[in-house]
């Protein structure tokens, strides 16, 4: 063993589609390519949207494609819980550290009132937070609590956040201008993604991070949070987004890419085989194991742009 702990993070709100299974093959191949593991931590913040059903069934399905994570989910492990919807003591901790030292304000602004015309937007699509609620006198927030439950925000610093992404290159944003003080806390109590990824991947021993490059925006933020906190953050390599043949983004609402419509026609060997064809790892789409992908993997012959799904290959 080498160290290397590699993770699958997913949210189960449905099953899986071509572009998560993608993300999954290339975190085992780039963990087990360097004789590391890979832990299964279930991202189901949201309960109500990710019932412990899917969770199961993501499961079963990455054992069905021979993907098994060593550790983690319902198997368990020494870093347990693998579920988010029972680590909320734990993100509380770390919520803590940040809020003695009065990084975090309650923010009372609706949905409308974050979504005006003029706001300017993140990379990711999201509005910057225009800081509305930033500096309000202890009264103001008293008489605002009495309307209304706040969401709690982090205050970032007018900081520039650069890192090397392991497939993308440099990146950098600046966390006041391109991102805006984030969420931390729901106001209905659940902590928000932001925090809990960080917490997590650093608690479970994580040292690569494999997702979309839809997340790649993400990243300054988490990497200021895990200095913040004092943690120790992974390498991260974003991989392409997967695209339909008519280049919409995958979503779990298209059932024909979803697994359970593929287990229908495919064995897991011709899934993997055309996965691997599709991130570059062989040069046609012939069956084979995800062990078979492993000789000569190399992050390399992953395109860096979108992947547009050449029409017929599922
Ligand atoms: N749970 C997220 C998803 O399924 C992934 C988060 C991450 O990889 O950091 O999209």
Redesign the pocket.
């Known amino acids: 063993m080498s160290g290397v702990v590699g ?1 699958y ?3 189960p709100s449905g099953r899986m589609h071509l572009g ?1 299974l993608c ?1 999954c093959l290339l975190a085992w191949l780039s963990a087990k390519s360097k004789g590391g593991r890979v832990v299964l931590r279930i ?1 189901d913040l949201d309960a109500a949207r990710c019932p412990r059903q899917f969770a199961d069934l993501l499961e079963a399905d990455l054992a069905w494609l021979g993907l098994q994570a060593d550790e983690g989910g319902s198997q368990g492990g020494p870093c347990g819980p693998y579920y988010q919807s029972e680590r909320s003591e734990i993100y509380a901790r770390f919520y803590h550290i940040l809020e003695a030292r009065g990084l975090v304000y309650p923010c009372f602004c609706s949905r409308s009132q974050l979504h005006t015309a003029d706001a300017p937007h993140r990379s990711d699509g999201q509005v910057v937070y225009a800081g509305t609620c930033r500096n309000l006198t202890p009264e103001e927030v008293r008489a605002r609590t009495r309307l209304r439950a706040p969401a709690w925000r982090v205050r970032v610093p007018d900081e520039e956040i650069r890192f090397v992404d392991g497939h993308l290159g440099p990146y950098a944003e600046n966390l006041a201008r391109d991102c805006g003080d984030f969420y931390l806390r729901r106001a209905d109590g659940v902590y928000a ?1 932001q925090l809990a ?1 960080v917490v997590d ?1 650093a608690l479970m021993g994580v040292t690569e ?4 490059a ?2 790649l925006s ?1 990243t300054p933020r ?1 990497l200021w949070l895990y200095r913040e906190l004092g943690l120790t953050a992974p390498t991260f390599y974003h991989m392409p987004l997967l695209l339909a043949p008519d280049g919409r983004r995958l979503s779990k609402r298209d059932g024909d890419e979803s697994l359970e419509n593929l287990q229908a026609r495919y064995t897991p060997e011709q899934i993997i085989g055309r996965l691997g064809y599709l991130c570059g790892l062989q040069k046609a789409p012939d069956p084979r194991r995800p062990e078979e992908l492993l000789d000569g993997f190399s992050w390399d012959r992953v395109p860096r742009g979108d992947l547009l799904l050449p029409p017929g290959l599922f």
């Open positions: 993770r993070a997913p949210s998560n993300c991202e993604y990824v991947d991070v494999v997702r979309g839809d997340l993400s988490q």
